[in-house]
């Protein structure tokens, strides 16, 4: 897909959104820039922590928890795992390849990185401690218990344990 003609994969559909956004204006993008600036949140997922406590302020409701999971990988053998260089062999040509094919997203994710980023560098040490805190309780729930490590994953049958 990355080296192939995207509309063979993406059908028809995709060529007119993707000819419009090549020559999308300034004054379009300042538009949907002011669109969202009427949102509360709105954030990269690369910072997805600290936009759960920035919910968690705003709302006023206890910060909130998750639990990462990740998703199986379609098409891959038992064990076999996605890797950067797996997924794309050569980054600075895929990079290219995204740039070329969706330049509006681009720049849209380039311009809220930056200012979500700026941001949580405003956030007083109080938040970054908050966020320190978060990350650590997540974490030490995210490991497994010692007397359940060596557990199946798909049961809760344990491996290290004599079955009946």
């Known amino acids: 897909l990355l080296f192939g003609d995207v509309d063979q994969y993406a059908g028809q559909v995709a060529s007119p959104a993707r000819k419009r956004a090549l020559h999308l204006k300034q004054t379009e ?35 909130l928890a998750y639990r990462a999971i990740k998703p199986q990988a379609v098409g891959m053998k038992k064990g076999e795992t996605t890797t950067d260089s797996v997924a794309c062999p050569n980054m600075t040509v895929c990079r290219d390849r995204v740039r070329t094919l969706a330049p509006f997203d681009k720049l849209l994710y380039e311009h809220v990185r930056a200012a979500f980023k700026a941001w949580v560098e405003a956030q007083p040490k109080s ?13 030490s729930a995210a490991r497994p218990s010692p007397g359940r490590a060596k557990c199946c994953k798909r049961t809760t049958r344990c491996l290290d344990k004599k079955q009946d």
């Open 29 to 63: 993008f300042e538009t949907l820039l002011s669109n969202l600036a009427a949102f509360d949140v709105v954030a990269p997922l690369e910072y997805f922590d600290e936009h759960l406590l920035m919910l968690s302020d705003i709302s006023g409701l206890p910060d």
């Open 127 to 139: 938040f970054h401690t908050r966020l320190a805190l978060f990350r650590a309780a997540k974490q």
